[in-house]
């Protein structure tokens, strides 16, 4: 069985300090993994997805994530906090091995950036 | 394009009523996926449809749920009679890759805003 854990239900950081938003995950197969990010009162937006390609992922507005799999971990961090990232996080994987596309997620990351 | 949408965005029933969830997937996105988050839990996977047919839907709770997709377009999710522990945010995605071609799990999900149902 896979499963996902955020290490952080809370990160407050400052405005242009980095961000770090911790995952570790288990999964059986080799897994596919994601990051999505939920604004106030908007949908899930993908930020960027690692399918077994390059371990460093690059993804939207200046995320990246790094797989690890000796550490079964795939932070995501970005250089510089803006106030327009404060939202909350979701890691997710799905195990591509086993053929079902349901998707496994952590149970969430909420970012505060301050002034 | 436009993208996932779900009605309505909120709904608030009393215990014991039925409630009807409707998604719009992206056009052309064979796959469509419910999921929900209920008040400090993690998001759960209900059920996968392909076209009209329901691939996976190991995530459904129980019978009280029932998932339809007739014509392979939009879905409806209706809970009937509702109860208190329904109530959290009803997510539906869809995706464009075909099931059982390309290495599943990699096909991306796109989202909707959810569906916020409260149950009194």
């Known amino acids: 069985a896979q499963s996902v854990t955020q290490l952080d239900s809370h990160v407050s950081v400052s405005e242009g300090t980095p961000v770090l938003l911790r995952c570790n995950y288990s999964?059986?197969?080799?897994?596919?993994l994601f990051w999505y990010v939920q604004h106030p009162n908007k949908g899930l937006q993908l930020l960027l997805k690692y399918t077994s390609a390059a371990t460093l992922v690059k993804g939207i507005n200046g995320f990246e994530a790094e797989f690890k799999k000796s550490e079964t971990s795939f932070h995501l961090t970005k250089p510089s906090a803006h106030m327009s990232d404060a939202a909350e996080y979701f890691c997710v994987v799905s195990d591509s091995g086993t053929g079902r596309r349901a998707l496994t997620f952590g149970s969430g990351t909420r970012l505060q950036v301050q002034p | 394009e436009a993208g996932v949408t779900q009605f309505p965005s909120h709904s608030v029933i009393e215990k014991g009523q039925t409630v009807t969830l409707r998604c719009d997937p992206i056009s052309g996105h064979d796959n469509l996926y419910w999921y929900r988050r209920v008040m400090g839990k993690e998001i759960k996977f209900l059920l996968h449809?392909?076209?009209?047919?329901?691939?996976?839907e190991s995530g459904m709770p129980n019978n009280r749920f029932l998932a339809e997709r007739t014509g392979g377009t939009y879905s409806t999710l209706k809970v009937q009679p509702a109860e208190l522990e329904d109530s959290g945010v009803y997510f539906c995605?869809?995706?464009?890759?075909?099931f059982g071609t390309g290495p599943d799990g990699t096909d991306t999900q796109y989202f909707g805003p959810g569906t916020r149902l409260t149950v009194l």
């Open positions: 995605a869809s995706s464009q890759i075909p």
């Open positions: 449809f392909v076209k009209e047919s329901k691939q996976d």
């Open positions: 999964s059986s197969y080799s897994p596919s």
